[in-house]
Every structure is written in C-alpha cells, then in structure tokens.
C-alpha cells in the first residue's frame, strides 16, 4: 500500500504538469481551431526562461515562473501576430507555421542555453514528508499546489469574466461572434498568451524535476498533446483529467515495466482513442465555414 500511494502521488505531480500543457493546447484549439505545434518548445523555453531568472538572477521560485510566463507570453502574441495574415488566406499554412516557429525556438534555445543542458535545485526542503509512512516528495506537493491554483485560475476567468465569456463566445462560433462585435483576433492572441503562459508555468515547475535540456518540450509536449485528446481535444475539464491519467498511468508503468513504461502509456492511450475517439469528455472547437 505505501508503494502504491507513493507512486500515486509522485504520477499526480507529474500529471498536473502533463495537465498545464494540455491546457495549453486546449485553449488555443477551443478558440481559434488550431493544434499549435510550437507548444511543446513553448514548455522548453518557459522552462529555460524560469531556471535562469531563479539560478542566474537569484529571484525567488514562484516569481521566477512568473516572469518566464511574461516572457513566453510575449512571445506567444509576436506568433499569433506574425500568423494572423494566414488565417483568412490558407489555415492549414497557419499550423505549419507553428511547426517553423517549433523549430525557430529549439534552435535559439540551442545558442542561447547551449545543447548540454541543466539541472535545477528544488526550491523547498528536499527531505520527503513522512505521512503514516508513506514518503512524499515536498516539491510534488508545491508542483499540485500551483498548478490547482492556475487551473482555478484559468477556469474564472473564462467563466466570470467578459474577456472570458468573449473567448467562449468565440469558440462557440467563430462567425457569430464576429457578428455581435467580438474582436476575434484579440481574442485569438489572448488564447496564444495563455496558452504560452501555461505552458512556461509547466516548464518551471518540471524544471526541479527533470533535466532541462533543448529536447524538453518534445517529451512533455507530446505528453501534454496525448493528455489534451484523452480528455477530449478543445475541453478544459478534460486536458486536466487527461494529464492526471496520462501522469498516473506513466508511473504506474514506469515502476512495473521500467524502461518501457512510455511504451505502456501510448497503447493504453491508443485503446482508450480507438473506443472514444472524440475523448472523455467530447470535443470543443471553434465552427468554421
């Protein structure tokens, strides 16, 4: 049973990482229909981003994520500015446009950081918790924590806000918005930062967990990518219980079949596809003519 809960708890942090990036995914695809294949160098560049405001620049953790998630950001709406034109012209040279700016940003990672990599210290006490004796990592319960605070977060601000209702209004259908006087391209670039802020939020929080290196974001991205269809490409609700799942079932799989386990994880994901392939909880996305 301590095994069992341990390897619990220590899936679920990796899960509400797997589900940050899942967001990330989903809100783009939610408002504008489109998969955005830079994410994933997104999630490497906000993990970058973060370890060397916190490591170079001596800021503290929380404040260092912060400040990539600007960073990132801010990036996300130089993409979104620079792709807009595609939009109304050929969407599908907008989604291979995403794949460029992948590349553009794995590439300026490599001279920025170099190709080596680093490893980051955990910000809080390394000695694990003992609670009735099971072992827990203190920082994968700071990596829950944050992240049950941003998806909060996210969740009231498309549910209790105007900018939000605007974002679901657009989602809903792309045309009738624009009909009632909702700036879509605002709207799209909202989606775009979010989504970049998201996935920096992830990239920070992995960064004390795994080695960051300029080929992060293709593991967590393709992760993040699986976790987002599971739950039902486009749904909210589902990026987060895809994440959890798809976190859960790799270290499940990690401690049975060890150097197998992502094996294991995308022929349980392909089944689960193949019987529902709308995902758990359907599909949202924007109607397009």
Do not use: C
């Amino acid at each position: 049973m301590q095994v069992f809960l341990q390897t619990l708890v220590g899936g679920l942090s990796f899960g509400a990482v797997y589900a940050l990036v899942a967001m990330g995914f989903s809100i783009v695809y939610r408002t504008m229909g489109l998969v955005n294949f830079a994410h994933g160098q997104v999630v490497m560049v906000g993990a970058y981003a973060a370890s060397t405001f916190y490591m170079s620049s001596r800021l503290p953790f929380v404040l260092a994520i912060v400040v990539a998630m600007v960073v990132t950001g801010l990036i996300a709406l130089v993409m979104e500015r620079v792709l807009r034109p595609l939009e109304n012209k050929d969407f599908d040279l907008m989604l291979i446009g995403t794949i460029g700016f992948g590349v553009v940003l794995e590439s300026l990672a490599t001279i920025i950081w170099g190709a080596t990599g680093r490893a980051v210290p955990t910000p809080v006490d390394s000695q694990p918790l003992d609670v009735f004796g099971v072992r827990i990592r203190t920082y994968s319960l700071v990596v829950l924590g944050i992240a049950a605070v941003a998806t909060v977060l996210l969740l009231l601000f498309l549910q209790r806000t105007k900018r939000g209702a605007a974002m679901q209004a657009v989602a809903m259908d792309h045309e009738a918005a624009t009909a009632v006087g909702i700036h879509v391209g605002r709207s799209n670039a909202i989606a775009f930062a979010i989504g970049a802020g998201l996935a920096a939020l992830a990239g920070g929080l992995v960064g004390p967990l795994l080695y960051v290196s300029p080929t992060l974001g293709g593991t967590l991205g393709i992760k993040g990518f699986a976790a987002a269809i599971l739950g039902g490409f486009g749904n909210i609700t589902g990026a987060i219980v895809g994440g959890l799942a798809i976190g859960i079932l790799d270290s499940f799989a990690a401690g049975v079949f060890q150097g197998y386990s992502d094996l294991v994880v995308f022929l349980v994901f392909t089944v689960i596809v193949m019987v529902k392939p709308t995902g758990l909880f359907g599909e949202r996305t924007v109607t397009r003519a």
